[in-house]
């Protein structure tokens, strides 16, 4: 079993136990839910950068990255330094992240947030919009074709972006739809965790104009950015990378004006 199926397995037990705790209706009267989002997709469109910094503590691959880092200041700092967006780790489990994460970040920037969390269930989207998300993350490589339908669908009358994260050909020729705004390339192998950017390379050409090209995993210098722009990616997912500091926003402002 690899970490994705564990993950999916634990989340599914996970969010049993939050539906019978929080109903929807509770969700749907929370102030945030009638908040107008903000679109990533257009935000990275516009940019010459296109940095989407992630707030992350921990992960299955690298363990603690950071537990000293507030979402607060990581937020602000992330502002600050000009990202295009925010991505925030809510599972618990294997990232120690969490749903007032979000609600954190929300409350001290103005960037599209993304809540990058394993969506199995549509619940999960609706969770998201009462906790001040923008953007949703759908990962092909735990959804059928059926399940992107529809929860992208959903995504979309609740006014979020979707990004969907691909890890090859088969997800990415399953996954092509209307509803999508971002498709992005995960670099790393899930099996063995090893990071190529050959990956985002590959599948750039497959990938249909409409939707904005986001790379994700394993972009720790200007270089990688580099060599991947002339493949039409308007977007670039850094985590570690700047989390693995003292000061998440000082070093992301840094790696903008150097990218710059």
Same mark, same amino acid.
């Given at each position: 079993? !690899?970490?994705?199926?564990?993950?999916?397995?634990?989340?599914?037990? /996970?969010?049993?136990?939050?539906? !019978?705790?929080?109903?929807?209706?509770?969700?749907?009267?929370?102030?945030?839910?009638e908040?107008?989002?903000?679109?990533?997709?257009k935000?990275?469109?516009?940019?010459?950068?296109?940095?989407?910094?992630?707030h992350?503590?921990?992960?299955?691959?690298k363990?603690?990255? !950071?537990?000293?880092?507030?979402?607060?200041?990581?937020?602000?700092?992330?502002?600050?330094?000009?990202?295009?967006?925010?991505?925030?780790?809510?599972?618990?489990?294997?990232? &120690? &992240?969490?749903?007032?994460?979000?609600?954190?970040?929300?409350?001290?920037?103005?960037?599209?947030?993304?809540?990058?969390?394993?969506?199995?269930? /549509?619940?999960?989207?609706i969770?998201?919009?009462?906790?001040?998300?923008?953007?949703?993350?759908?990962?092909?490589?735990?959804?059928?074709?059926?399940?992107?339908k529809?929860?992208?669908?959903?995504?979309?009358?609740?006014?979020?972006?979707?990004?969907?994260?691909?890890?090859?050909?088969?997800?990415?020729?399953?996954?092509?739809?209307?509803?999508?705004?971002?498709?992005?390339?995960?670099?790393?192998?899930?099996?063995?965790?090893?990071?190529?950017? /050959?990956?985002?390379?590959?599948?750039? /050409?497959l990938?249909? !104009?409409?939707f904005?090209?986001?790379?994700?995993?394993g972009?720790?210098?200007?270089?990688a950015?580099?060599?991947?722009?002339?493949?039409?990616?308007k977007?670039?997912?850094?985590?570690?990378?700047?989390?693995?500091?003292?000061?998440?926003?000082?070093?992301?402002?840094?790696?903008?004006?150097?990218?710059?």
């Open positions: 079993m !690899n970490i994705l199926d564990k993950i999916t397995k634990d989340k599914r037990i /996970e969010v049993h136990l939050r539906k !019978n705790l929080i109903p929807i209706k509770q969700l749907e009267q929370s102030v945030l839910f908040k107008e989002t903000i679109s990533l997709a935000k990275l469109k516009e940019s010459d950068t296109g940095i989407i910094a992630e992350k503590r921990r992960s299955p691959s363990q603690v990255i !950071n537990h000293d880092l507030n979402v607060f200041d990581v937020a602000k700092g992330y502002e600050d330094a000009g990202v295009c967006g925010m991505s925030i780790l809510t599972d618990g489990k294997y990232f &120690g &992240g969490s749903l007032d994460d979000l609600l954190t970040a929300r409350a001290s920037c103005n960037l599209p947030l993304l809540r990058k969390e394993f969506i199995i269930d /549509e619940y999960q989207i969770e998201a919009k009462a906790h001040g998300a923008d953007v949703i993350l759908l990962i092909a490589a735990i959804l059928t074709r059926a399940e992107i529809q929860f992208s669908e959903l995504a979309k009358k609740l006014q979020l972006d979707v990004l969907l994260e691909v890890h090859n050909e088969e997800e990415l020729k399953k996954s092509i739809m209307p509803s999508l705004d971002m498709l992005g390339v995960n670099n790393r192998n899930l099996k063995t965790f090893e990071v190529s950017l /050959e990956i985002s390379k590959q599948l750039s /050409e990938i249909p !104009n409409d904005v090209k986001v790379s994700e995993s972009i720790s210098s200007i270089d950015i580099k060599k991947l722009q002339p493949y039409g990616y977007g670039f997912l850094i985590g570690e990378n700047f989390m693995k500091t003292d000061d998440a926003g000082k070093s992301a402002k840094q790696f903008i004006k150097e990218l710059k």
